[in-house]
Every structure is written in structure tokens, then in C-alpha cells.
């Protein structure tokens, strides 16, 4: 299991969340952030999508951000992070591991 988060402008959001709902990725959450752009040293809105994928999610999800985000043309401002998931819980039906995903 795996955590995949993707920083990209908020903008983007919808470009990307419409990607990956094309190739299965229907869970995700979206939240607000800022980062600090290093130019113009003042801080930048964004926005991280977090996507808990199973092993067999992983590269077609990763893919599919960078592709969405190479057809706006703007890939080199956005950040994909890909960390391990040590243990999922899905609460209301008490399901671990990767059937919680």
C-alpha cells in the first residue's frame, strides 16, 4: 500500500482528479496549501491531492498525474511523492490492510 500526494496549483485539480477517475482512481482527498515559490520568496497557493493506492495502483496513478499535468503544460511546477502505508483501517466496516483501500 502506498500514499501517493501530488502538489499542483489549484488550477489543476480538476484536470487531474478527471485523469485519474478515467483509469479507476476514484478515492482521493484535496486539500488547500501553500507553498514557498524560492523566486519571488512569498508564499504561493496549491493544492495536495492524497491517494491511498494498493501496490498494483501505484504506477498507473503516478502516470496518470504527470500525464495530466504535462498536457497543461505545466509538469515541472508540480511535486508527486510516492511514501509507504504501513497499516489501512476502514472504520465502518473494521477492514485492514489492503481490502480498506
Known amino acids: 500500500m502506498r500514499l501517493v500526494m501530488a502538489v499542483v496549483k489549484p488550477a489543476q485539480v480538476e484536470a487531474v482528479r478527471r485523469a485519474l477517475a478515467a483509469v479507476q482512481v476514484t478515492r482521493l482527498t484535496i486539500c488547500d496549501a501553500q507553498g514557498y515559490d524560492e523566486i519571488g520568496g512569498r508564499l504561493v497557493q496549491q493544492a495536495c491531492l492524497e491517494i491511498?493506492?494498493?501496490e498494483d495502483f501505484v504506477?498507473?496513478?503516478v502516470k496518470t498525474i504527470a500525464a495530466a499535468l504535462a498536457s497543461a503544460g505545466t509538469a515541472p511546477?508540480?511535486?508527486i511523492l510516492v511514501m509507504?502505508?504501513?497499516e489501512a483501517v476502514q472504520l465502518y466496516r473494521t477492514v485492514r490492510g489492503p481490502e480498506a483501500m
Open 84 to 86: 509507504p502505508i504501513d
Open 52 to 54: 491511498a493506492v494498493n
Open 59 to 61: 504506477d498507473r496513478t
Open 77 to 79: 511546477e508540480a511535486q
